[in-house]
């Protein structure tokens, strides 16, 4: 005999129940699921990845994949972590101000995403400084002389910018989004997820901030020849990306490289690259360093083991009389080799080299920045706090994105620096370069809406703004002129400059390598 209020199989009521309203629940849900079984298992499998995240809560918009949390928001979100807290708080203040009482009542909001890596382990401390910059911009463009409020969705595509081209589908199949900014690193992925935003069909304008590898252009670079021959055969960027909807304000590598071989008027004596050159930023400006010099000897190391780079740092110290390394890898590794150099200089084991030089493009701007490990920040401050670094025995001179300390009589730089304090962040976050970069993405694409007439931009005419940047129209960014050619690259030289001690163990700071006044 059954129980009162029991169920049978678990399911089918019987009995006496309390609450005879809700006695059938059980049924109705085992109904549901019989009924929609094949939406059923497909909730099973999207439930796990999407309540990973947010508290726990299922989200659409965010969710976990390769154990991070990734997606799109226009909140406080900071994606589960800490550092990103109070930007994105600045972001959600300023968006939150925007719906309900933006800098123009009578003219619909625009809405402009963030696509962006905040893991990666090429950034360093510079992710929150790019979103610093983004923020800024944001400000600036709902102040004074705004015609269309500006809001920021911010796409977080991971450490290995896993979810980009998911984000980039679903960025493009958001109606509210007219333009896309930061586009991530120099990456596969990133080419990927140009190709979906500019794909028929409501194509998205883009403009990236970081990106300076060859073939990230609306040709794959053809007027620098470029030869991709080390790269990834299925690398799609050998032919272009984003179809015409793609822009950057980075200065590509090959023009970094051409500015550094004037700066070295000769082949250097060393090349410093990692035993894989599939990454974008190494495999496609490696054959541009090939040709300072023929027959420059490389030198090799892997970047998954420290003890290689040690390696390469013993065959600089092997040579005698000034020494120029040129060094293509990504800069996560440079504090390690400099470092390295720096101890067998200590031991008695780098005696040979009069002088050591290193040269590389801007992701050497590394060395100024704060790291977010704590082994690789030692490795920079023992450089840094160095008597072979301090008395210019080793030298580093690169060409960055951005450079503070050349900006300084740049009236737009000096409004960024004010939209920094006004804010609260810190100054000195300017310095590494990214927030300035970050900052005119964006401010590109906002510059480009307020020339428009009518009462709501569309994708197409906002890209068409975006490629009228040029000539007469150019711009004015806190980088300097910002200004595009007919394959969307900017036409401006990066400015070469050397990383200078600190007076009295202070920061460091840059000079270019063409001023009258040296380091020291």
Request: proline fraction near 6%; include cysteine; glycine fraction near 10%.
């Amino acid at each position: 005999m059954s129980q009162p209020g029991s169920y049978r199989l678990g399911v089918w009521p019987v009995g006496y129940h309390p609450n005879r309203r809700r006695k059938w629940w059980r049924l109705a849900v085992v109904v549901v699921v019989l009924v929609g079984a094949v939406p059923a298992v497909s909730l099973a499998r999207w439930l796990p990845s999407h309540v990973a995240c947010r508290d726990g809560w299922p989200s659409g918009e965010v969710w976990s994949q390769d154990g991070e949390c990734v997606g799109v928001t226009e909140g406080p979100y900071a994606f589960e972590l800490d550092q990103f807290t109070r930007v994105m708080a600045v972001i959600d203040e300023q968006n939150r101000t925007v719906r309900d009482h933006g800098c123009r009542s009578d003219h619909p909001i625009v809405t402009i995403a963030v696509l962006t890596t905040f893991t990666s382990p090429h950034g360093g401390g510079r992710m929150v400084q790019e979103l610093e910059g983004f923020a800024a911009a944001q400000r600036r463009a709902n102040g004074a002389g705004c015609r269309f409020p500006v809001r920021l969705k911010v796409a977080n595509t991971g450490r290995d910018a896993q979810a980009a081209e998911a984000l980039a589908r679903r960025l493009k199949d958001d109606p509210s989004v007219l333009a896309v900014v930061g586009m991530g690193l120099s990456d596969q992925r990133s080419a990927d997820a140009a190709d979906v935003l500019g794909s028929s069909g409501l194509p998205v304008p883009m403009v990236a901030d970081l990106i300076t590898a060859s073939g990230f252009d609306a040709d794959g670079s053809k007027a620098d020849s470029p030869d991709f021959g080390t790269c990834d055969q299925g690398a799609t960027y050998r032919d272009g990306v984003g179809h015409g909807y793609f822009y950057r304000v980075a200065h590509r590598t090959t023009k970094q490289i051409s500015v550094l071989s004037n700066f070295l008027s000769g082949p250097p004596d060393l090349l410093i690259t990692p035993t894989d050159e599939r990454d974008p930023y190494t495999c496609t400006s490696l054959p541009f360093a090939r040709k300072l010099g023929n027959d420059v000897q490389e030198v090799r190391f892997d970047p998954q083991d420290s003890r290689t780079v040690a390696q390469a740092a013993e065959q600089v110290c092997r040579r005698s009389g000034g020494v120029t390394a040129f060094y293509t890898a990504r800069s996560r590794d440079l504090g390690r080799f400099l470092h390295r150099i720096v101890d067998q200089r200590h031991n008695g084991q780098c005696v040979g080299p009069s002088a050591i030089t290193v040269v590389s493009t801007s992701d050497a701007v590394r060395m100024r920045v704060p790291e977010a490990e704590k082994e690789l920040e030692a490795s920079r401050m023992a450089v840094l706090e160095s008597e072979m670094f301090r008395l210019g025995r080793l030298r580093l001179v690169y060409t960055p994105l951005a450079d503070a300390d050349s900006l300084k009589d740049n009236p737009e730089f000096g409004t960024l620096r004010r939209q920094f304090v006004d804010l609260g962040f810190e100054v000195a976050h300017l310095e590494g370069g990214w927030a300035v970069n970050a900052y005119d993405s964006l401010r590109t694409v906002t510059e480009a809406i307020q020339t428009l007439s009518g009462d709501e931009p569309s994708r197409a005419q906002i890209n068409a703004a975006i490629n009228g940047i040029k000539g007469s129209n150019r711009l004015l960014g806190a980088g300097g002129p910002i200004e595009f050619d007919n394959s969307n690259n900017r036409t401006s030289d990066p400015v070469a400059v050397e990383l200078c001690p600190g007076q009295g163990g202070g920061r460091p700071f840059s000079v270019p390598v063409a001023s009258t006044e040296p380091c020291r």
